[in-house]
């Protein structure tokens, strides 16, 4: 038998309650008048019951105060409130109490056992799940990159697993740095299975997400918006590609890698080799006879680090990388270390991808 309080200062409102649940025979249902001078509900209630169900009206709110004020308002069981639907200060107590539902009256019958089945049913779960065995979570977050916060959430595992007082504790380590971890190579471990497999045993993923979890997709720009956004530094472009089998889902995220195709390969420098001067923007190159020789070139590309360049080079110029101040055509170079096979940087050829 389940044991539903109602309490209420107004006893027209409380004969309406009780005749809600009249005639159900696994409530057994106690009504309370509050008129004792105490604000407290539970007051001298002689048992404990299972559910409280509270009416309040505009004038009477120090009750909901007080279930709030209880040091044990943990360990009291669920309450719902019933009242006026347009008072926003008992709703905001009635959060505050940690009420599991708000009627407005007037509250039909079918209404008020909805409720007081879902609110009897979620707390019969709540008590079957804490009566299990628990265990402790701690979570260790890294915002910098790089796997020092994988190394001190495998320290403290070990430290967990080898304290004496707990014996018996398996503690679990779930690494979800997928970039940078180490673990495997740190902890000399060899899985059969990966994290593919896992997302496979798991029956509660959608079978799309767990497709577009190893899925590539060919596909071709269609189109660019010519300008960059300024507050992100990017440019929306709109790709085509066959999604006649639905894989890709309206909202889905997915990474882009760009292959550039050119007609020729481009030739890259470091920025820190141009020279910019009343001769325009020169390179500075060491010649077969190993003395210097400038050459004008043009940019194709700035990208930051890197330059690329449109002319001016060829991919077997060698080229001064950090030139000094007052270096002029014809001074001789001294190759460093003195080997004649050590020979300055050539520029570099690289085919563009993006991603």
């Known amino acids: 038998m389940i044991r539903i309080l109602i309490a209420s200062r107004a006893a027209a409102p409380l004969r309406a309650l009780q005749q809600c649940l009249a005639g159900r025979s696994k409530f057994e249902v106690h009504a309370r008048l509050i008129s004792n001078g ?7 209630i002689p048992f404990d019951p299972d559910l409280v169900v509270l009416r309040f009206d505009a004038e009477h709110l120090a009750e909901l105060a007080a279930w709030t004020a209880s040091n044990a308002a943990a360990s009291r069981p669920p309450l719902i409130v019933v009242g006026p639907a347009a008072n926003s200060e008992a709703m905001r107590l009635a959060i505050r109490a940690g009420a599991k539902d708000f009627l407005a009256e007037p509250v039909a019958a079918t209404d008020l056992i909805a409720v007081l089945e879902r609110v009897l049913a979620e707390s019969a779960e709540s008590s079957r799940r804490s009566s299990g065995p628990t265990g402790s979570l701690h979570a260790f977050v890294g915002v910098a990159g790089g796997a020092g916060t994988s190394f001190i959430a495998t320290n403290v595992a070990r430290m967990l697993a080898l304290k004496p007082d707990r014996p018996g504790d398996s503690p679990v380590l779930i690494d979800m740095d997928l970039n940078f ?27 799309h997400a767990l497709n577009a979890a190893h899925h590539r997709f060919e596909a071709t720009v269609e189109a ?37 195709q050119r007609d020729s390969v481009p030739l890259s420098i470091p920025a820190s080799a141009l020279i910019f001067n009343q001769n325009g923007l020169r390179v500075a190159t060491v010649g077969p006879d190993d003395k ?49 096979d050590k020979l300055p940087a050539k520029v570099s050829e690289k085919q563009d991808v993006k991603g």
């Open 181 to 207: 971890s180490p673990l495997l190579h740190y902890l000399d471990l060899h899985p059969e299975r990966g994290l593919l497999q896992a997302l496979e045993a798991l029956t509660g993923l959608d079978e």
């Open 38 to 44: 105490h604000t407290d509900p539970l007051y001298g």
């Open 224 to 260: 660019s918006a010519q300008a960059v956004d300024v507050s992100s530094g990017t440019t929306r472009m709109q790709l085509g590609l066959d999604n006649a089998k639905s894989e890709l889902m309206p909202g889905s995220y997915a990474n882009v890698k760009l292959t550039l």
């Open 292 to 340: 210097i020789v400038f050459k004008q070139v043009t940019i194709s590309r700035d990208l930051g680090r890197t330059i690329e360049l449109a002319s001016g080079l060829g991919a077997d110029d060698r080229v001064v990388v950090t030139p000094p101040d007052g270096i002029a055509d014809g001074d001789p170079v001294r190759i460093a270390g003195g080997a004649k």
